[in-house]
Structure formats: C-alpha cells, structure tokens
C-alpha cells in the first residue's frame, strides 16, 4: 500500500502561480509512474503531468510550459509547479502512484481556484 497526503492548492489570481505538494508512504519500492492529473465537476479526471521511475516527464498540451512536475526522492515528495495560471486551470487536482501491477494510489486532492 502507498499513502499520498497532498497539501498546497487554493485561491489566485490569473498569471499566478501555486505549487502542489504530494507526500508518499508506505511502499514507495512498488512505484512505476508518478503523475498529477486534475477534475472538475461533470468532467472525467485528466492527466496534467506524469513522471516515469526513470524521470522521464510527459504534460497534458494544455499545460506544456507553464506547469512542472518534479519529485525530491530524499523527501519521498512529488510536486507540482503551476505557473502562468488560467481560470481553465481551475479544478480539484489528485496526485497519483501507479505500481508496477498497474495498481493506482490517490491523494486526497486539494482545490485550485484561478480567478480573471
């Protein structure tokens, strides 16, 4: 099992920027793919950023250039750096551990709110 406490979000201003925190426990050793994926009310949750074992990074179109996925291994620590806001931005986001089973772990998820 894996335990993600997700902390950071809130309230900014358009052009803003905010960073999302997401601390992992538990059996980190099982982790394949880390990522931040974002949902709003109606809609399907989407990916915004992943990160293989490896480093290797991928970002949703939408947010390619303003947002930054990193991790501090020491801290056992994903973030998610999210410059550039925009009012589409806005959304509950979730970050996530998939297992080499293909397994998903979620955080508990943290509002974001970009205001015009």
């Known amino acids: 099992q894996v335990q993600l406490v997700q902390s950071g979000g809130g309230s900014v201003q358009a052009g803003g920027s905010l960073t999302l925190s997401c601390a992992a426990s538990?059996?980190?050793?099982?982790?394949?793919?880390l990522g931040w994926y974002r949902q709003v009310p109606g809609k399907q949750r989407e990916l915004v950023a992943t990160?293989?074992?490896?480093?290797?990074?991928n970002y949703a179109d939408s947010v390619k250039d303003r947002f930054t996925i990193s991790r501090d291994n020491a801290k056992n620590t994903l973030y998610l750096h999210m410059g550039s806001l925009k009012p589409e931005d806005t959304a509950v986001y979730y970050c996530?551990?998939?297992?080499?089973?293909?397994?998903?772990?979620w955080g508990q998820g943290t509002q974001v709110t970009v205001s015009s």
């Open positions: 990160m293989t074992r490896g480093g290797d990074t």
């Open positions: 996530n551990v998939r297992s080499f089973s293909d397994k998903d772990y």
């Open positions: 538990g059996m980190i050793f099982i982790t394949n793919k």
